[in-house]
């Protein structure tokens, strides 16, 4: 059987996606699509969708850092329950009606739909050296999957699906070829001003052609959020 794939995406930012053998080091501001079964080719489950909040470290920087993950299933109501994982680390959970909760060190681990969000202290004892740095981390689990994803509330995150999902998901996270280097075009908005610092690199890209270009495929990710924060905007029109 097929082992686990994982990427992780890190620092000012890096994304170490599945089956790469590389790192990409890439420019991304507000959120993007890491992971998803929605809207992939030959793929039809459209259940859950990985977003990363990317965040300028400081003003007139051209780095950015991975602030925030934000998780969306679909649940039998045909809604869609969300987990935002933010700095500290903490989470929020909102139901299917729309109803946020900030949860608490109290709340751990927290159940909803098979899916289990948990707080681990000294995480490198459970995760090893990608979280060595970190006195705390979060997990989140889908159960009936085992898919994981874990946040160390800085700027670090770590995706891990089950085999059973290899060739079904699209995204930052791929798969990319290595052999060829091709990345798959995202489902990004063609109207974007191709003059923005989001998704303007992608503006006028067929959805699911491909790409060698490491920022055009990038920015085919961007995908804009109802709660965007302003500053993260205003960054995007340069």
């Not at 909760?101 to 751990?108: F, G, K, S, V």
Request: glycine share 10%; aromatic share 12%.
């Amino acid at each position: 059987p097929k082992p686990p794939i994982a990427c992780l995406v890190w620092g000012d930012p890096h994304i170490w996606a599945f089956g790469s053998s590389i790192a990409y080091r890439f420019v991304g501001w507000c959120w993007h699509t890491l992971v998803t079964d929605i809207g992939c080719p030959g793929v039809g489950d459209n259940q859950f969708e990985i977003l990363g909040g990317f965040k300028q470290l400081k003003p007139g920087s051209e780095k950015q850092r991975l602030n925030q993950i934000r998780i969306r299933f679909k649940v039998a109501s045909g809604m869609f329950i969300q987990f935002d994982l933010d700095q500290g680390p903490t989470a929020s959970y909102t139901d299917d009606y729309g109803l946020q909760y900030n949860l608490t060190d109290a709340d751990y681990p927290f159940t909803r739909h098979d899916i289990t969000v948990d707080k681990t202290y000294h995480p490198h004892t459970d995760f090893g050296n990608d979280f060595a740095h970190a006195a705390e981390a979060l997990t989140l689990q889908f159960k009936p999957d085992d898919m994981f994803v874990r946040w160390d509330g800085i700027r670090r995150a770590k995706i891990t699906l089950p085999p059973a999902m290899h060739g079904h998901v699209c995204g930052m996270c791929g798969p990319i070829e290595d052999f060829t280097g091709d990345m798959l075009i995202g489902p990004h908005d063609n109207s974007v001003d191709p003059s923005s610092h989001c998704g303007g690199y992608a503006a006028g890209l067929p959805q699911h052609s491909l790409t060698q270009y490491t920022q055009e495929w990038v920015d085919s990710w961007y995908i804009r959020q109802p709660d965007e924060d302003e500053d993260c905007l205003a960054d995007c029109m340069g």
